[in-house]
């Protein structure tokens, strides 16, 4: 039984990047592909498709490389089931000076801290990658 989701989420798209995996695969939620889609929308993987019928649904991600190294490095889950944690838009900072993202849960949906700064709305900090 997976107590966090999301961390095992993005765990998995971590360590399959630093062992120079292809593709990774994970069950499917509403929550996980539309953080996949954050990813894809900011270019940290190559593609994101759900796969599967009913109760065995499970999301392919495809993971993006340059040349010498994976486009993911690390990832930090900040808000945790056991403690939650929100930042208004004046709170929410760049992530390593602009070369990683963090994902925010806002009433708009799922943005980046940038999003969230432009759109001057908080929310809760799902996970900073970089």
């Not at 996980?32 to 392919?60: H, N, W, Y």
């Not at 009433?107 to 759109?119: C, F, H, I, S, V």
């Amino acid at each position: 039984m997976v107590t966090d989701p999301i961390a095992d989420f993005i765990t998995q798209i971590k360590n399959a990047s630093m062992v120079r995996k292809e593709a990774v695969s994970v069950p499917f939620s509403k929550l996980k592909m539309a953080i996949a889609e954050t990813l894809l929308k900011e270019g940290f993987i190559v593609s994101a498709e759900k796969r599967g019928k009913k109760v065995k649904k499970f999301i392919d991600v495809t993971l993006k490389y340059t040349v010498d190294h994976p486009e993911v490095t690390d990832v930090k889950r900040i808000s945790k089931p056991g403690k939650r944690v929100y930042f208004g838009f004046k709170d929410i900072r760049s992530v390593k000076q602009g070369h990683g993202i963090m994902v925010i849960s806002t009433p708009k949906g799922l943005l980046t801290d940038k999003e969230a700064r432009e759109q001057k709305i908080g929310g809760e900090v799902l996970f900073s990658i970089w």
